[in-house]
């Protein structure tokens, strides 16, 4: 693996697709395991989860059900603005164990946003799977239930994530070279 170039930026190799692939499942067996005969509802947040949000999906082998929901609070390399939902939920999650799929926890502000929507529905539980979380970095304290891999307060693209549109197309993850 090589240092990528993404609009005016360099990242380096951070994560490997291998790396990624056994913390998947590793946070799969967890949830088999909690949720069984659960049913659960997971929430899979767009557009930076999709790839995880596949991947950890097929390897689960409970019944599970999956919906997806697109928010943003993100322009460029800095977190913050509004939180707009832009394509709804689908899904009656009332009475329902729901697990939220978010690719990167980062100040917490668009879960600390989303989240009391969601339980205003009244849920049977509301967890969280984030494959990376930044702790360093919060503003909103949110607690990732089951979280891939913690990491520093640095920029990465790569398996979903992107930088200004760009970048998610890598199995792997990369970090800002500065
Ligand atoms: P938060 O609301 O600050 O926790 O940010 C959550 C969202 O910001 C994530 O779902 C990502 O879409 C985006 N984000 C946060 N950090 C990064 C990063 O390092 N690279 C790419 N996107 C990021």
């Given at each position: ?5 993404i ?46 949000a596949?991947?950890?999906f097929?390897e ?10 697109k ?6 390399m800095k ?16 009475g ?10 980062d ?26 979380h ?13 979280s891939g891999f ?18 998610r ?9 500065e």
């Amino acid at each position: 693996m090589s240092i990528i170039r993404i609009h005016d930026k360099n990242f380096k190799p951070y994560i490997t697709a291998e790396a990624i692939r056994k913390k998947v499942a590793e946070l799969a067996e967890a949830l088999n395991k909690d949720y069984k005969e659960k049913n659960p509802v997971f929430i899979a947040i767009l557009n930076g989860s999709f790839i995880f949000a596949a991947d950890l999906f097929k390897e689960l082998t409970i019944d599970a059900e999956i919906s997806f929901i697109k928010l943003a609070s993100y322009k460029g390399m800095k977190s913050g603005g509004q939180v707009i939902t832009s394509i709804g939920l689908d899904t009656e999650i009332f009475g329902r164990h729901v697990v939220i799929i978010e690719d990167i926890v980062d100040t917490g502000k668009t879960l600390n946003e989303f989240l009391p929507q969601l339980q205003h529905q009244q849920p049977a539980s509301l967890k969280i799977v984030a494959l990376l979380h930044k702790p360093e970095a919060t503003i909103y304290p949110m607690k990732v239930d089951y979280s891939g891999f913690e990491i520093p307060d640095k920029f990465v693209v790569g398996y979903g994530l992107d930088y200004n549109g760009l970048g998610r197309n890598t199995p792997a993850i990369y970090q800002l070279l500065e």
